[in-house]
């Protein structure tokens, strides 16, 4: 039995365990329902760092517990280093604002947020650290404010960028060693807005 399967298998016992839907976790991880659908069937591999973690965060499990693997290796020393330097911001990003009480700055416009949420999360899949964390505390605030103020488009297009901002949040912080932030980082991507 492949790698691949072994890992289908896996996210398949993880999602059901949860009684959750192939959609419900493609909506929560970023990834399409039929590539999702794959992996569980072994017909595609989940081997993206990235994809990893957003499918642990969407499930609330340990990357560990998704790979088979008794680790994650630890990020490179140097990248580590950057990444650490980003903590504190990222902290005050992430108790500062939420989308009950979003943080009053001025967001920047609808396309600059979602380019910068891609950028964010090409860095992440490079294990980039210091690059991705340097983005995320300026990222975070703004998209909560577009996501509770802009008019119903930003609104839909705001918070599904912050989910996924929220989901490469949750990687460096988990990779880092910073787990009670990482969980912050998953309720903010889950949390639904009041009203």
Same mark, same amino acid.
Do not use: C, Q, R, Y
């Given at each position: 039995m492949s790698e691949?399967?072994?890992m289908g298998q896996r996210l398949r016992r993880a999602r059901r365990y949860r009684g959750m839907s192939l959609q419900v976790l493609a909506d929560r991880s970023g990834l399409s329902k039929s590539? /999702?659908?794959m992996v569980e069937n072994g017909r595609r591999s989940l081997d993206r760092r990235s994809h990893?973690?957003?499918l642990a965060a969407a499930l609330e499990v340990s990357v560990a517990e998704l790979t088979g693997q008794p680790y994650v290796p630890p990020p490179r020393r140097a990248q580590a280093s950057e990444g650490h330097h980003a903590i504190p911001r990222v902290r005050v990003a992430l108790l500062g604002s939420s989308l009950d009480e979003p943080a009053d700055v001025p967001a920047r416009p609808l396309a600059d947020l979602l380019r910068?949420?891609?950028?964010?999360e090409s860095l992440c899949a490079a294990s980039r650290y210091?690059?991705?964390?340097? /983005?995320l505390p300026d990222l /975070?605030?703004?998209?909560?404010? /577009?996501?509770?103020?802009?008019?119903e488009r930003e609104r839909v297009e705001a918070l599904r960028a912050l989910i996924r901002a929220c989901h490469t949040t949750f990687y460096l912080l988990k990779d880092l060693g910073y787990l009670d932030l990482a969980q912050i980082a998953v309720q903010q991507a889950r949390r639904p807005r009041r009203g």
């Open positions: 691949g399967n072994t590539f /999702l659908s990893i973690a957003a910068e949420t891609a950028t964010v210091g690059d991705f964390g340097k /983005l /975070l605030p703004e998209l909560h404010m /577009l996501a509770t103020t802009g008019d």
